[in-house]
């Protein structure tokens, strides 16, 4: 079977990586209801981090579960993993370097 | 859609059909303990508040044991204990007795010793249980049923499988006119305007802002701000970006209904749909407060912090024989685990495997949910007589 992340909401820039993805891996995107199309890997996407579904500019709302959790610290492109190195939290300003 | 369920006295519906012995306070433990043991159908409620208690923790103490025996899982209630707790026995039957159900509060103070408050004890059980044997279930609008949710052992895999179920059963329930209510105030710190935008409006914003506040409040007066530490180093390792992240996967556990009220620790709620309580990540303590909002059914979702076939689960809900406890797994199982997948209630760990989908794991859940609500035993209620004591959410010092 195809690697797997999941697009939990229809809205969201990321999905979650049900595997662990190897760079340049072409993965199965899915919803709650299941296969909504395939994409492929910039880079290792490790099981239960995020990969950017489409192109982000930076400064632009991260979202997962339909709902913000972050800006874009720089611009990420479709493919590439998205975590404290180019998110930040919108709540707490330099969050991203809590310990 | 229905279940088939137990009508009591003040229009409640019952999903089990207990005889409960609560003890007021820990000096009437052992006297719970026995007479519960010694009459087939009656289970006791043991815990460990004690009379060196300030008011506010006393009162509360008086919502969360009268509300467990007014919960619509008891047939009826006998309230024991010495008659010097705080609250006396006497004035937690006085509350049980505004449910309408049978309730007898027995004391040594006052009576003609020990045995005697024993043997009224045993009598008084034994009867309760004869009456609670011959009523019949009955099929009930699912209006009538309340669950509620505590995740742990969470990992990534509890955001997109466990807690993503759990929302979608909540929302199933409310689209059919039941309640859900969810707690762990301590979880909604940093976060709460995610919620309070979900607030059906201010007034309940704002109180949900206040008892969030409230909490952190008094964290912060230990000398510790739990803020700066979310999320881990941990979440961090598994790909938790933000504490905006963290929260909403905590939250995907409650769907998507709007939030209709904030309740105190054990207050029952006025109206239907979703409700937050005040509690904490204790699962031996939240249960107290969520029987006694009502809860007839608790759902817990076991994330990958902990083996899939880990079932030893008595520190989380073996307080409460009253209340059954569901079980939902998201931690994929091992090879080794595979023959062992009859240890919970409901796997979703499927979902993380790509055999099904979320959607197809809640169609499961809430079938299976409906089946316990009518009678079906729990997997914890089949596994063992062992318990532990319910702790009672307090605030204050012990004197």
């Known amino acids: 079977?195809?690697?797997?992340?999941?697009?939990?909401?229809?809205?969201?820039?990321?999905?979650?990586?049900?595997?662990?993805?190897?760079?340049?891996?072409?993965?199965?995107?899915?919803?709650?209801?299941?296969?909504?199309?395939?994409?492929?890997?910039?880079?290792?996407?490790?099981?239960?981090?995020?990969?950017?579904?489409?192109?982000?500019?930076?400064?632009?709302?991260?979202?997962?579960?339909?709902?913000?959790?972050?800006?874009?610290?720089?611009?990420?492109?479709?493919g590439e993993h998205v975590h404290i190195h180019n998110v930040a939290s919108a709540l707490l300003p330099g969050g991203k370097e809590a310990k | 859609?229905?279940?088939?369920?137990?009508?009591?006295?003040?229009?409640?519906?019952?999903?089990?059909?207990?005889?409960?012995?609560?003890?007021?306070?820990?000096?009437?433990?052992?006297?719970?303990?026995?007479?519960?043991?010694?009459?087939?159908?009656?289970?006791?409620?043991?815990?460990?508040?004690?009379?060196?208690?300030?008011?506010?923790?006393?009162?509360?103490?008086?919502?969360?044991?009268?509300?467990?025996?007014?919960?619509?899982?008891?047939?009826?209630?006998?309230?024991?204990?010495?008659?010097?707790?705080?609250?006396p026995p006497a004035q937690i039957a006085e509350e049980i007795a505004k449910s309408k159900k049978p309730v007898a509060a027995l004391a040594i103070m006052g009576s003609n010793g020990f045995q005697e408050v024993m043997d009224k004890g045993f009598e008084t059980a034994r009867h309760m249980v004869s009456q609670a044997s011959q009523m019949q279930r009955k099929p009930f609008a699912l209006s009538h049923l309340t669950l509620g949710v505590k995740c742990g052992a969470s990992n990534a895999t509890s955001g997109?499988?466990?807690?993503?179920?759990?929302?979608?059963?909540?929302?199933?329930?409310?689209?059919?006119?039941?309640?859900?209510i969810f707690s762990e105030t301590t979880e909604v710190i940093g976060a709460t305007h995610l919620l309070a935008k979900r607030a059906i409006n201010k007034e309940v914003a704002r109180r949900l802002e206040e008892m969030v506040e409230r909490m952190e409040a008094r964290i912060k007066a230990t000398g510790e701000d739990i803020r700066g530490s979310q999320p881990t180093r941990g979440n961090i390792a598994?790909?938790?970006?933000?504490?905006?992240?963290?929260?909403?996967?905590?939250?995907?556990?409650?769907?998507?209904?709007?939030?209709?009220?904030?309740?105190?620790?054990?207050?029952?709620?006025?109206?239907?749909?979703?409700?937050?309580?005040?509690?904490?990540a204790m699962t031996g303590e939240l249960i107290g407060g969520e029987a006694a909002a009502g809860v007839q059914l608790h759902i817990y979702n076991l994330g990958g912090g902990l083996t899939s076939s880990f079932r030893c689960l008595p520190g989380w809900a073996g307080g409460l024989p009253m209340l059954p406890e569901v079980v939902i797994v998201s931690n994929p199982s091992r090879p080794r685990d595979s023959q062992e997948r009859e240890c919970f209630d409901i796997y979703a760990d499927t979902i993380i495997d790509g055999k099904e989908t979320v959607d197809q794991v809640a169609d499961r859940a809430f079938q299976e949910i409906i089946a316990i609500a009518s009678g079906k035993l729990t997997k914890q209620e089949m596994r063992s007589s062992y318990r532990e004591l319910l702790v009672l959410y307090t605030t204050g010092p012990i004197l």
């Not at chain 1, 199309?37 to 239960?48: D, N, R």
């Not at chain 2, 504490?243 to 709007?258: D, H, N, R, V, Y």
């Not at chain 2, 309740?263 to 309580?277: C, D, I, S, V």
């Open chain 1, 1 to 78: 079977m195809k690697k797997r992340a999941m697009r939990i909401s229809p809205d969201d820039n990321t999905a979650t990586a049900l595997n662990d993805i190897e760079v340049g891996e072409s993965i199965s995107l899915i919803s709650k209801a299941g296969p909504v199309g395939e994409m492929s890997v910039k880079q290792a996407i490790p099981f239960g981090h995020k990969v950017a579904v489409v192109d982000i500019k930076k400064g632009e709302k991260i979202l997962k579960y339909g709902e913000v959790i972050g800006l874009a610290t720089q611009p990420i492109s479709k």
């Open chain 2, 1 to 87: 859609m229905e279940f088939l369920g137990y009508e009591r006295p003040d229009g409640s519906v019952g999903i089990r059909n207990h005889v409960v012995v609560i003890s007021a306070g820990r000096c009437g433990n052992e006297m719970a303990a026995t007479i519960a043991d010694s009459v087939q159908g009656a289970v006791p409620v043991l815990h460990t508040h004690p009379c060196v208690r300030l008011k506010e923790d006393n009162e509360r103490a008086l919502r969360i044991l009268a509300g467990i025996g007014s919960n619509a899982n008891v047939a009826g209630a006998i309230v024991i204990g010495v008659g010097c707790e705080n609250p």
């Open chain 2, 160 to 180: 997109i499988s466990g807690n993503a179920v759990t929302g979608q059963v909540f929302d199933r329930l409310i689209a059919e006119g039941g309640t859900a």
């Open chain 2, 238 to 280: 598994g790909g938790l970006t933000t504490i905006e992240e963290k929260s909403l996967g905590a939250f995907a556990k409650t769907g998507t209904s709007p939030l209709q009220g904030v309740l105190e620790h054990a207050e029952k709620p006025q109206g239907k749909g979703l409700y937050f309580m005040d509690g904490t």
